[in-house]
């Protein structure tokens, strides 16, 4: 299994982002997707998730602003941001969670987004 994140970089505060991670080696449409991220000195927190017929939880922090999808012919997720705010600064992650294909959750490498005010 891989995870290939990408998209990160550095925005000022209210610009949008988009993040992609392109998987291989799974039964993508069994396969609850999420992105996840670590700001320094913090704990990894979920940010957003996706269900293999595409229902979604968001952290409440980024309600309204963020949304994921995924394309099953691509064997892709996405993460959408926009209006970004300085505290959304981070190492973000793309995780594949267990299913009933796999045995363990599964990381990509982690993409930076820097959000400057």
């Known amino acids: 299994v891989q995870l290939q994140a990408s998209g990160g970089g550095w925005v000022q505060a209210g610009q949008s982002l988009r993040l992609s991670c392109a998987a291989s080696?799974?039964?993508?449409?069994?396969?609850?997707m999420g992105w996840y991220r670590q700001a320094p000195g913090k704990q990894r927190e979920l940010v957003a998730s996706?269900?293999?017929?595409?229902?979604?939880k968001y952290a409440d922090s980024v309600k309204g602003r963020f949304t994921i999808s995924r394309d099953g012919a691509k064997d892709t997720v996405y993460l959408q941001m926009n209006s970004l705010k300085p505290e959304d600064t981070a190492v973000y992650y793309c995780?594949?969670?267990?299913?009933?294909?796999?045995?363990?959750?599964?990381w990509g490498q982690g993409t930076q987004v820097t959000v400057s005010s």
């Open positions: 995780n594949a969670e267990k299913s009933m294909f796999t045995t363990r959750d599964y």
């Open positions: 996706i269900t293999g017929n595409s229902m979604t």
């Open positions: 080696g799974l039964v993508f449409g069994f396969t609850v």
